[in-house]
């Protein structure tokens, strides 16, 4: 298990539209992450936000983040076809592990 | 440029054979981590090392041996008594007490053949 899960597994918009990606987990945390891939290569660190904190924005990406629900949400404002790519939650835990979910496969449409 | 190096790019692997996977970072960072990814799925922790001659086990341990001799490498074995190697394997780096998150590298794609 990978202690979580995020949805929808993959989703799939026109160029303009917002997404959103939804994580949970079942454990507490230090910080909850954001990464992305594209296919075939490296994950890209995103995005952090700590257990004390509620929402976050870098950019056209927003992070919130529910400590009572155990869950997070990304939404990606405004999507381009350049931001298709898997993306992933990622829980630290303690000593600095990350637990990752099983991603989204997100599809922006030209 | 910091960064972390993975190669080969492309490694395919005999039955019975052990084949090892280089990982080398030029970040400073302490910690390094390797992680199997199998395809449509998210990652999972084989070894991490948080300091040079120290590692520990993660989730997926058995069938793979790690070394932490230098800070700048992290080597991944992975043994014949892996029984399903054939994955996509990432390594990573990070700063533990900094909130920056995992800096990783750009994968080695593993085929038993």
């Known amino acids: 298990s990978q202690q979580g899960e995020e949805d929808p597994q993959a989703l799939s918009i026109q160029e303009g539209e917002n997404a959103t990606m939804n994580c949970s987990y079942k454990?507490?945390?230090?910080?909850l992450q954001w990464y992305r891939q594209n296919s075939g290569r490296g994950l890209v660190h995103l995005i952090l936000i700590r257990s004390n904190e509620r929402e976050k924005h870098s950019g056209r990406l927003r992070v919130t983040l529910d400590t009572s629900k155990k869950s997070s949400s990304l939404l990606i404002t405004a999507s381009r076809a350049a931001d298709t790519a898997s993306y992933f939650c990622a829980r630290e835990t303690s000593g600095s592990r990350l637990t990752f979910g099983e991603g989204t496969q997100l599809t922006v449409n030209p | 440029d910091g960064g972390i190096t993975q190669s080969p790019k492309y490694l395919f692997r005999k039955e019975g054979q052990n084949v090892t996977l280089s990982c080398e970072q030029n970040?400073?960072?302490?910690?390094m981590y390797w992680y199997r990814q199998d395809p449509g799925q998210g990652l999972r922790l084989i070894y991490y090392s948080q300091i040079v001659n120290d590692f520990q086990k993660g989730d997926i341990a058995e069938g793979y041996s790690v070394s932490r001799e230098k800070k700048e490498s992290f080597p991944l074995t992975v043994t014949s008594a892996q029984k399903n190697p054939t994955a996509f394997y990432l390594c990573a780096s990070s700063k533990p007490g900094i909130f920056g998150g995992y800096t990783f590298g750009s994968g080695t794609r593993l085929t038993v053949v």
């Open positions: 970040l400073n960072h302490d910690a």
């Open positions: 454990t507490s945390i230090n910080n």
